[in-house]
């Protein structure tokens, strides 16, 4: 089991909060995933939120290059922590860093030790001087690359330029490794004190047709840096582009497979595979959605640079999978209008997830709450189900909270 792409584990590393999901309440999310900004200074046909950024999406409802002010920014990062949100994923959308208020609002939450993450093309770390802010209060960095040589990263980003292309981005990777090497940690102000780490470093790599020759040129190059991991995940085709149909498993095992287990040998203790998702390419129409209820995205709800509070970061844009907006409401009174939420819900499982893209980022989680959820509504007694809430939050939690590395990140 990989310490950090188990998002099943993470359900039962959070099961407390699973657990009043369960029983009907409404828990603060553990994890909420926040796009400061729509607008991209890359343009990669790949990009999971290509039709809410790129040019050729302009004519789409989803068109929207929004960068989310500093003052909602801050209204809403007050909210996360009075919420005692456990975690933020600063991601887009477009690129988070773009957004100038965010190195602040990093500071803040990082003071009311809410814990981050932040997926980012790492070309502009060095303009907007956030290496120090970054190493000081995140839990984790990962650099997108998706290629393993300059002239594919710069053709396949495709709005890339001169200060933002290949170069920029191994040299920002380098800056970023060396200050952590040499960093010294201070959070005086912080109003909880706890331990005290460096963030994970990693760099990642989305596998399509376009890029998947270059997976060994990749791994060869970050081999010799000192990232904590490379990731490898296929490609997830968002519902605006080539119907939405997910690659097939065929692509997988006759054309990435054998080159993966080559990858394998290179990087060793590095590599990191989100192998789950290669295995609901087997189970037909379904993908493995077995589940009939999207639970686990009441636990990691996404907010878009628009202000827009979305089921999750792939049905980001569609505002009718909207629960409210920022702009008009808190997102604590948001999070507590629980009839305007289920009403989002309900419509999601009447449409038997037609309009969810066939792979997604609540997926794996959704699998275990699902369990969780028909185990415990199975119980018949309030014994039974105070002896298997015991066990879960007494034993199973904190046994698999010591199991993983950044349990919060759901």
């Known amino acids: 089991m990989s310490k950090i792409f188990a998002p099943q584990s993470k359900v039962i590393a959070n099961v407390d909060r699973a657990l009043e999901l369960v029983k009907g309440d409404n828990p603060p999310p553990v994890l909420v995933e926040v796009d400061p900004s729509n607008a991209c200074n890359h343009g990669c046909h790949f990009c999971i939120s290509s039709y809410i950024h790129l040019p050729e999406s302009k004519g789409l409802r989803t068109y ?17 922590a009075d919420m005692e949100v456990r975690a933020v994923n600063w991601t887009g959308g477009g ?8 190195k602040d609002t990093i ?38 690359v998706d ?29 970023l490794l060396k200050l952590r090497g040499n960093v010294k940690i201070d959070r005086a102000y912080a109003a909880m004190p706890r331990k005290l780490t460096l963030p994970t470093i990693g760099v990642g790599f989305v596998i399509t047709p376009d890029n998947f020759t270059e997976i060994i040129d990749f791994a060869k190059v970050f081999s010799e840096y000192s990232v ?36 394998k040998v290179i990087l060793g203790d590095k590599y990191q595979i ?8 087997k189970n037909g129409n379904d993908f493995g959605r077995t589940y009939k209820k999207c639970l686990s995205s009441q636990l990691q ?16 844009g569609y505002k009718e999978y909207s629960y409210g907006n920022i702009n008009d409401k808190s997102f604590k009174e ?11 819900m309900y419509r999601i499982e009447e449409e038997k997830f037609k309009n969810c893209t066939q792979l997604c980022k609540p997926h794996e989680s959704n699998k275990m709450m699902w369990t969780l959820y028909n185990l415990y509504n199975s119980l018949e007694s309030n014994s039974q189900r105070s002896q298997f809430e015991k066990y879960m939050l007494e034993e199973a939690m904190p046994r698999t909270r010591k199991q993983l590395t950044h349990y919060e990140f759901i």
Request: net charge negative; with cysteine.
């Open 274 to 281: 989100n192998d789950y998702k290669l295995e609901d390419l």
């Open 64 to 80: 929207d290059k929004s960068i989310m002010p500093k003052e909602t920014l801050m209204m809403l990062c007050k909210d996360l």
């Open 301 to 316: 709800p996404c907010i878009g640079a628009d202000g827009e509070v979305y089921v999750c970061t792939n049905l980001r």
């Open 107 to 144: 500071e803040y939450l990082g003071r009311r030790n809410v814990k981050m993450g932040m997926f980012t093309n790492g070309t502009l770390l060095e303009k907007h001087n956030l290496y120090e802010t970054m190493l000081q209060y995140m839990s984790w960095i990962r650099v997108s």
């Open 147 to 175: 290629a393993g040589v300059s002239e594919t990263y710069n053709s396949i980003r495709r709005t890339v330029k001169n200060k933002s292309d290949w170069s920029v981005m191994l040299h920002n990777l380098r800056n």
């Open 95 to 102: 690129e988070p860093t773009i957004n100038p208020g965010l």
């Open 228 to 263: 904590d991991y490379c990731q490898f995940k296929p490609e997830i085709v968002n519902l605006e582009r080539e119907d939405g149909v997910q690659r097939g498993l065929e692509f997988w095992e006759n054309r990435v497979m054998l080159l993966l287990e080559e990858v």
């Open 334 to 344: 948001i999070w507590e209008d629980v009839e305007t939420r289920q009403s989002v």
